[in-house]
């Protein structure tokens, strides 16, 4: 396989004139303060289809013969790329099918829908919609376009790394979501053949680290399972050519679990008013557990999209909001007669929190007749006001199970 080069990048970029967006590389004053460093954020999520794979799509189908552009395009995707081909081969004029994990998020099938893909969901994993994609190809003649293994598709994804240079040419280091390994490549070329000293790094979720088993053997190396809530890198074996880039120009990879990237979605969501998928999350997720170092020099840490699931998004924030402490789920039980769960309501606005929900259960085998249990969903301010209002309540005789 062809290997690539700054002109390519280049090039690439000069072929995404006026396609893709350039967009923002943003520094947010209270997360360099909490984390004590210089952080500056490029902000893929805010591309077009919501994520950097237009790049990389665009470029391949705008080298697209005549005969294949009459045949199609066919894709695999776990969601972003999907959508990245079926925007890129509507403004080349030729038709897409897109093959998809049967799990894939619903928002991100009916996204490439939308922008003019026939979708076809098929197995378990992104592996599963490849394997088909491919045989598809085969029995068609339309032109497979991968994800990340492809000389010009890696050219794409690079012109990241171009307008990070061109953004802010005193940077340090920077830092970038790793699936198939397609946008670190491409980005680790564009800023290592210009300033080698430059320090490039991966992070990659625990549960699809892949690329860290294929940078340790020194060659692509295929994982048994994957499972994160990072649906967008959540590949079992990584491109042979991006494999061979990493070795050859990152510096280091690190791993994140689905609790850290959780954390970092919402601390998106909360801090930075942004919306940001489990792969676009990574970067963060990798500071605020202390993965990676920190320090005064100028980082910049790719979010790559911003498709998430709203479902998703919503189970994100309620636990993130109960591990914060500002959401308390408490069982108790209480005798069955008139006033009972008035005075315990009164209880919990005498301590200052907020009624979210309310469960009264008469029924259950494990109570006796003359009990009720109540479940409360209660707004908190912290976990010590959680902690008090627990303490409060068992003063005053409840025996308070609180929920996980």
Not at 69 to 75: E, F, H, P, S, Y
Not at 202 to 217: F, L
Not at 263 to 290: N, P, Q, S, Y
């Amino acid at each position: 396989m062809a290997s690539i080069n700054l002109e390519m990048v280049r090039r690439a970029q000069n072929h995404l004139q006026g396609v893709v967006y350039q967009t923002p590389l943003q520094e947010f004053q209270e997360i360099n303060q909490l984390l004590g460093g210089r952080i500056f954020f490029k902000l893929e999520n805010l591309q077009r289809t919501g994520s950097f794979k237009l790049r990389g799509a665009y470029h391949r189908l705008c080298h697209l013969t005549p005969q294949e552009r009459k045949a199609g395009v066919v894709a695999a995707s776990a969601g972003n790329h999907g959508q990245g081909v079926a925007l890129a081969a509507d403004l080349v004029g030729t038709r897409s099918v897109v093959f998809m994990p049967e799990g894939a998020s619903l928002p991100k099938v009916q996204a490439t829908r939308a922008w003019g893909a026939e979708v076809r969901l098929v197995g378990e994993s992104f592996d599963d919609a490849q394997a088909a994609a491919l045989a598809w190809c085969q029995e068609t003649g339309a032109a497979f376009i991968p994800a990340f293994d492809d000389p010009l598709v890696i050219a794409g994804q690079g012109t990241v790394g171009l307008e990070l240079l061109d953004q802010r040419p005193d940077l340090d280091r920077v830092v970038v979501p790793v699936g198939g390994g397609g946008l670190i490549a491409g980005v680790a070329v564009a800023i290592k053949e210009r300033y080698p000293h430059l320090k490039v790094v991966g992070v990659q979720a625990e549960g699809a680290a892949a690329m860290v088993a294929s940078r340790a053997a020194g060659h692509p190396v295929e994982i048994a399972d994957v499972h994160t809530i990072a649906d967008g890198i959540a590949v079992r074996l990584p491109g042979a050519l991006p494999t061979e880039l990493v070795l050859r120009y990152v510096d280091d990879l690190v791993t994140v679990s689905d609790h850290d990237i959780s954390r970092a979605i919402l601390f998106f969501l909360e801090r930075t008013k942004l919306v940001v998928e489990g792969a676009g999350a990574v970067g963060l997720a990798a500071f605020l557990a202390g993965k990676l170092p920190i320090d005064d020099r100028p980082t910049a840490v790719v979010v790559s999209g911003g498709n998430i699931d709203v479902t998703l998004l919503a189970r994100i924030i309620e636990r993130g909001l109960v591990e914060e402490g500002r959401q308390l789920r408490i069982a108790t039980v209480l005798g069955d007669h008139p006033g009972q769960l008035s005075r315990l309501l009164a209880l919990v606005a005498e301590a200052k929190a907020n009624v979210l929900r309310v469960e009264h259960e008469r029924w259950s085998p494990a109570l006796e007749p003359n009990q009720s249990e109540v479940r409360l969903v209660l707004e908190t301010q912290d976990r010590d006001h959680a902690a008090r209002l627990v303490h409060a309540l068992a003063a005053h005789g409840y025996a308070v199970h609180v929920i996980g």
